[in-house]
């Protein structure tokens, strides 16, 4: 996409910038409300710059339309739902009642929700991504509570081919480094690596953390391999074609987005000239407004440490599900349903991850935890249950003894450090306050 230079005048000029509007005081009188007390429209409870500054030339873009949206949802319900020659008689609705049921909720998020963190191009975008995430998470909690059984025989009404066992496929069998073994690993999978890592570059936007948690993942495969067979590859395709190649080309080219989009100033469509520069303008409206550059520092603090070992832990339990999943439930890799998954859980996390991040380095502005990381952690612990719940007998060979040892002593240094860094020197803090208030009592006695 094609995007304005930095010396180009911004959209600064037609929106008031956040320095010329005082903040306002929580609550009231400067007192937090709390419980059905609070005011979730009132300016503190929005987060900057998560706050709307869209262009006024296209205003009606942004209007309201929530009246006139009601009256064509119904009007559509009624014509599909009435008409004979669309739903003829005597046929099976249920599918075109499920239909109807998720269209009228995600119109309902579209119109109702929250604005999130992000504006292009529309926040109604991101509502309706909000409302997919809900609807996802609905569906894990009815499956929650159903057998392994007959959730494959409900995988049917929506892909009659589903409800047949596969075999899974081992990436270990021939582990001689050779060219021709390497040339035969390369598939189709390579570029979905490299497509998973550009995501996930923008999603985390540092390359320290990519780094580490493609190290992790592929410690994870090393991990549960007895379990299932794909995580089974030869430690070239582990380390080379993984990590070297696939993993890193993806993390820098998502990193080279990253530092692009930050060099730029976004301009508003009344200061543009010329057919191609708004067209130029129509196309940036699918790139994002503003840029914020993710610095996590892990080793800043205790709760800087817990966010970055949580966020850690999310995104490796986001990318081993929807292997158990497919593997329970007999599905394909390839198959549309596990790749709208990934899809829509990248499209979840980019909001996710940039609340998380506001929430835990500014917590005067973000006073709670945005909708988008609070329900992306309840559908990933979700996932979790479900997988621990149906694998039940399903994966009888028990954990090696030296997965145990590797985890059981990766638990105590992620332990160890926080104590030795955060919690030894408070505790040395709290011993020279307590011997200068003794220290004081005694003098005062005296």
């Known amino acids: 996409m094609i995007l304005s230079s930095p010396?180009?005048?911004?959209?600064?000029?037609?929106?008031?910038?956040?320095?010329?509007?005082?903040?306002?005081?929580?609550?009231?009188?400067?007192?937090?409300?709390?419980?059905?007390?609070?005011?979730?429209?009132?300016?503190?409870?929005?987060?900057?710059?998560?706050?709307?500054?869209?262009?006024?030339?296209?205003?009606?873009?942004?209007?309201?339309?929530?009246?006139?949206?009601?009256?064509?949802?119904?009007?559509?319900?009624?014509?599909?739902?009435?008409?004979?020659?669309?739903?003829?008689?005597?046929?099976?609705?249920?599918?075109?009642?499920?239909?109807?049921?998720?269209?009228?909720?995600?119109?309902?998020?579209?119109?109702?929700?929250?604005?999130?963190?992000?504006?292009?191009?529309?926040?109604?975008?991101?509502?309706?991504?909000l409302g997919i995430n809900v609807l996802y998470e609905l569906a894990l909690v009815f499956l929650l509570f159903q057998d392994l059984d007959s959730a494959r025989s409900m995988m049917k009404y929506l892909d009659p081919s589903l409800g047949k066992s596969l075999p899974e496929k081992s990436y270990a069998e021939n582990c001689a480094f050779t060219l021709q073994n390497i040339w035969n690993a390369l598939d189709i999978f390579c570029i979905a690596h490299t497509l998973g890592w550009f995501g996930k570059a923008l999603i985390l936007r540092d390359y320290w953390f990519c780094w580490i948690l493609s190290i992790a993942f592929e410690l994870a495969e090393y991990s549960l391999q007895h379990q299932l067979p794909n995580f089974a590859e030869c430690w070239w395709d582990h380390w080379i074609l993984d990590v070297l190649i696939c993993n890193w080309i993806g993390t820098y080219l998502g990193m080279k987005t990253c530092q692009y989009f930050e060099h730029y100033t976004w301009r508003g469509l009344r200061q543009t000239r010329g057919f191609r520069s708004k067209t130029r303008r129509v196309i940036s409206q699918f790139s994002p407004h503003d840029w914020t550059t993710f610095k996590w520092e892990g080793t800043a603090s205790l709760t800087h440490y817990f966010a970055v070992v949580l966020l850690l832990a999310v995104f490796l339990a986001a990318e081993l599900n929807p292997f158990y999943l497919k593997a329970l439930l007999w599905m394909e890799p390839d198959h549309p349903i596990v790749i709208a998954r990934l899809a829509g859980v990248f499209l979840c996390a980019l909001p996710a991850v940039r609340e998380l991040y506001q929430y835990v380095n500014d917590p005067r502005k973000a006073v709670r935890m945005g909708q988008h990381v609070w329900m992306m952690l309840a559908t990933i612990g979700t996932e979790l249950l479900v997988i621990t719940k149906w694998s039940r007998g399903q994966f009888p060979e028990p954990l090696p003894a030296r997965v145990k040892w590797a985890w059981s002593l990766g638990a105590f240094l992620l332990v160890l450090y926080p104590t030795l860094q955060f919690g030894v020197p408070t505790a040395r803090r709290y011993l020279r306050r307590q011997q200068r208030v003794l220290k004081s009592k005694a003098v005062s006695q005296m």
């Open 7 to 129: 010396t180009e005048e911004s959209d600064s000029a037609v929106s008031p910038t956040a320095d010329e509007v005082p903040e306002p005081k929580p609550g009231l009188d400067g007192k937090p409300l709390i419980g059905v007390q609070a005011d979730r429209t009132e300016s503190y409870t929005r987060i900057e710059p998560f706050q709307e500054k869209h262009d006024t030339t296209v205003e009606f873009f942004y209007r309201p339309i929530t009246l006139s949206a009601l009256g064509a949802g119904m009007a559509v319900l009624a014509y599909v739902a009435m008409t004979e020659d669309v739903l003829e008689e005597g046929r099976d609705k249920s599918r075109a009642g499920a239909y109807a049921v998720v269209a009228s909720f995600l119109l309902f998020s579209i119109i109702q929700f929250r604005d999130g963190p992000f504006v292009r191009p529309h926040p109604a975008f991101w509502r309706a991504v």
